[in-house]
C-alpha cells in the first residue's frame, strides 16, 4: 500500500474534509438568513392572544425559511436592552409592550437610531384605568399615534380591507380590498388622519359594516373610519391590528379554549406581513 494512504492519513483526511463541510455549511446558512427577527411575547392576556402568540412562532419559522430570515423569541422583555437587540435586524411585539421604565427607554432609544419594528393587535392597547393604562405617552401618542383604545368589535369577525396607501412598500401587490382573516377590531382616541406623521395603509372597508355580531349593540360598527395597518414617518415600524384568533368562549369554562380561526390562514393578509418584515429589514422579496 502507497504510505500516503495509511489508515492513519486516511483518518486525517477524512476528519478535515468533515471540518471543512461543516464551516460551509456554516456560511451557506448565515447567507441564508439575510436578516434576523425577534419577537417579544407575553402569551398571558386573554386565550385568543395566547392563540395568536403561539400560531405566529410556528408560521414565522416556515416563512423565515422560504423569505431568507431568521426568526427567534423571548418572554423575557429585559432582553430589550441594546446588547440583544445589536444582534437583530426587526423586533415585534406580538401581543405586549415593556412596562418596565428601563426597557421603554430602551425600545425609544433603540427606534430613535433606526431600529425597525412591528406590533400586532395587543401591542398598541391602552386604557386608564385597566391593567394597562396610557401611562406612556412617547409610544402611545407620538410613535403610535394612536392613545388610548376606544372600543372593539365582537365577536371576532372577517372584515372588508381597503388599501388606501397604493406606494407604498407594506402594500406591494396587494389587491385593492381584501378580506381579512376573523379578528377583534379596535377604535382609537385620535384620529389617525389628522396626524401628518402617519401613513394609513390599510382600513376597514365600508362594505364591512355593519361589522360585528355582538351581543351588545355598540359591538356592532355601523359605519365609521378605521385604520388597521399604518406606519409612522419618522421611524421605520408598522402596527398591525391583526392578532386576535377566535376562540370557543362559549364553552371556555370545559377548558377546551379551541381556536375556531388563525390570523396566518389569509395568503393575501400573510402575502402584506411579509411584505412589512423586508421593508423594515431592508431587503427585498425573494
Do not use: C
Not at 392563540?51 to 423569541?73: C, M, R
Not at 430613535?112 to 419594528?117: E, P, S, Y
Not at 388610548?148 to 365577536?155: D, E, I, Q, V
Amino acid at each position: 500500500m502507497n504510505k500516503r494512504w495509511t489508515p492513519h492519513f486516511l483518518y486525517v483526511l477524512f476528519i478535515t474534509f468533515s471540518l471543512v463541510f461543516s464551516s460551509l455549511q456554516a456560511v451557506t446558512k448565515e447567507k441564508k438568513a439575510r436578516f434576523k427577527v425577534i419577537a417579544f411575547f407575553t402569551a398571558k392576556n386573554d386565550q385568543a392572544h395566547i392563540s395568536f402568540v403561539h400560531e405566529a412562532n410556528e408560521w414565522f419559522p416556515k416563512i423565515g425559511l422560504k423569505q431568507g430570515f431568521s426568526y427567534d423569541t423571548t418572554s423575557n422583555w429585559n432582553n430589550l436592552n441594546p446588547d440583544f437587540l445589536s444582534e437583530y435586524q426587526v423586533v415585534l411585539f406580538l401581543d405586549t409592550r415593556p412596562d418596565n421604565p428601563q426597557q421603554r427607554l430602551n425600545f425609544e432609544n433603540y427606534m430613535k437610531k433606526g431600529g425597525a419594528w412591528m406590533g400586532f393587535h395587543f401591542s398598541a392597547f391602552a386604557l386608564t384605568p385597566s391593567s394597562y393604562p396610557q401611562n406612556w405617552d412617547w409610544y402611545h401618542n407620538e410613535f403610535l399615534g394612536s392613545g388610548n383604545y376606544g372600543s372593539n368589535t365582537w365577536r371576532p369577525t372577517s372584515a372588508i380591507l381597503r388599501v388606501v396607501d397604493k406606494k407604498h412598500s407594506v402594500t406591494r401587490r396587494l389587491p385593492h380590498t381584501f378580506k381579512a382573516s376573523p379578528n377583534e377590531w379596535y377604535r382609537w382616541e385620535n384620529d389617525l388622519r389628522l396626524n401628518p406623521d402617519i401613513s394609513i395603509l390599510l382600513a376597514i372597508d365600508s362594505s364591512s359594516f355593519p361589522l360585528g355580531t355582538g351581543p351588545k349593540k355598540h359591538e356592532i360598527w355601523q359605519s365609521g373610519y378605521y385604520p388597521v395597518v399604518w406606519s409612522n414617518k419618522k421611524y421605520k415600524m408598522v402596527y398591525v391590528n391583526m392578532g386576535h384568533n377566535d376562540i370557543d368562549y362559549e364553552h371556555k369554562f370545559d377548558n377546551t379554549n379551541k381556536t375556531l380561526s388563525y390570523t396566518f390562514d389569509n395568503e393575501v393578509q400573510n402575502r402584506m406581513i411579509i411584505n412589512s418584515l423586508l421593508w423594515l429589514s431592508g431587503r427585498k422579496k425573494k
